[in-house]
């Protein structure tokens, strides 16, 4: 059974950092892209920040300079630190794991930025 458990939510004032961590089981960690999706009410659900099982990252241009993702694979885990975090910041985040456009999800974290 896949599971993906999001941690490190929580609630921050702008310019704050916050670490979110995502812990992975049942997949073959290390071959898939991890990524974070956040969503913000009523609005649609967006990439955030994807990384390849060779470390190539991708960034929502929004983010670019703020927010940092990296991977454990020995911990079968994925991080997403976010630093200068600003009110549009404020969203549920998923973890995403994908390998051959097989999709698994976390259940979501709440992070929301105070201004």
């Known amino acids: 059974q896949v599971q993906l458990v999001e941690s490190g939510g929580d609630l921050v004032q702008a310019g704050g950092s916050l670490r979110l961590s995502c812990g992975a089981s049942?997949?073959?960690?290390?071959?898939?892209?991890m990524a974070w999706y956040r969503q913000a009410p009523g609005k649609q659900r967006e990439l955030v920040a994807s990384?390849?099982?060779?470390?190539?990252?991708n960034y929502l241009d929004s983010v670019k300079g703020r927010f940092t993702i990296s991977r454990d694979n020995a911990k079968s885990t994925v991080y997403l630190q976010m630093n200068s975090l600003k009110s549009e910041d404020t969203a549920v985040y998923y973890c995403?794991?994908?390998?051959?456009?097989?999709?698994?999800w976390g259940q979501g974290t709440q992070v929301t930025v105070s201004s």
């Open positions: 995403n794991a994908n390998l051959f456009g097989v999709h698994y």
């Open positions: 049942g997949i073959m960690f290390s071959l898939n892209t």
């Open positions: 990384i390849t099982s060779y470390d190539h990252t």
